[in-house]
Every structure is written in C-alpha cells, then in structure tokens.
C-alpha cells in the first residue's frame, strides 16, 4: 500500500494542495464555459435565424455589389481621366494689371488681362480707353511664357502675375 508519509509528506497538505487544484479547475472551466456561451450568442447572432443557403444568398449579393462597385469605380476613373486631359486645355492663370494709357487723359480705365493655361500658352489682351479718341484693344499670343512681339511695361507685368499662377 502507498503512503505518503513514506515519503515525508504530510498527508493534510497532499488534501490541500488538492483542492487548490480543483478550485483552479472549477475557476478554468467557468470561464471556458462563458466564453463559449459568448461565442454560440454572436454565432447566433450572425446566422440570425437563417439557413446556410440564405446566408449563402447574403453573400452572393454582397459579391455583386462589390462588382458593381469596381464597374462604377472603373467608369469614374475614365471620367476623370477626361476631366484632366480637358482641364489642360482650359485658362487656369490670370494676370490683370489696370493702368491709365493716355497719362491724365483716359483715367485709370486702361487694363491688361493675361490668360495662360497649365503650360503657359494663351493671351494678352491690352484695351486702352481715351476719353477723347475711343478704346483701342490688342491682343498677343503667349507660347510657353514667350511673347515674340515686344510687350509694355504692364504687358510684362500682367504675363509675369499670370505665370506666377
């Protein structure tokens, strides 16, 4: 027969030792028995009543949505891509000086207006007011920031605010 004070252990304290064992076994299996009520509620939660065939329906369609997502992503991309092709073209940078042309004669109603596009090409329009002969309005062509005419001193001005964008 085995006896544990053959080995010199006190046989109280084998009892003891015991029952902390089984109370950390009771405390494990408690837990391990709420996180598996945990689990079978949001299983439940997410089969919510349905049969796999219905779940399978769910995301069939979550599929094609998706599908129709990318479609409408690719057809807005091509859009854009249009967008910024024609967006090169358009007059993005803006230059005004106003000036008076006739000094003490016309006032201050004189204006040079630049329009560039994203590359530098495009206009100068200078309009000069008199009050006595009229208004007299010239335009020059810019290409890539160069004018090959000679300019004023507010034609130069009002293409290097343009250019400044």
Do not use: P, W
């Amino acid at each position: 027969m085995f006896h544990f004070e053959d080995f010199g252990l006190e046989t109280d304290i084998i009892v003891l030792i015991c029952l902390v064992l089984v109370a950390a076994l009771l405390i494990t299996s408690i837990v391990m028995l709420a996180k598996c009520s945990n689990l079978k509620r949001r299983y439940g939660s997410f089969m919510n009543g349905a049969e796999g065939k219905s779940l399978e329906a769910a995301f069939q369609k979550k599929f094609e949505n998706m599908d129709y997502i990318n479609e409408k992503l690719k057809e807005i991309d091509g859009r854009l891509g249009g967008i910024d092709a024609n967006l090169l073209k358009t007059y993005q940078k803006v230059g005004i000086v106003k000036y008076d042309a006739f000094k003490e004669v016309g006032g201050t109603l004189s204006f040079v207006l630049t329009l560039l596009t994203k590359e530098n090409d495009g206009f100068i329009l200078n309009s000069m007011h008199s009050n006595s002969e009229g208004c007299y309005t010239y335009i020059k062509e810019v290409k890539a920031g160069e004018v090959f005419v000679a300019l004023s001193e507010e034609e130069s001005q009002s293409l290097e605010e343009a250019k400044k964008g």
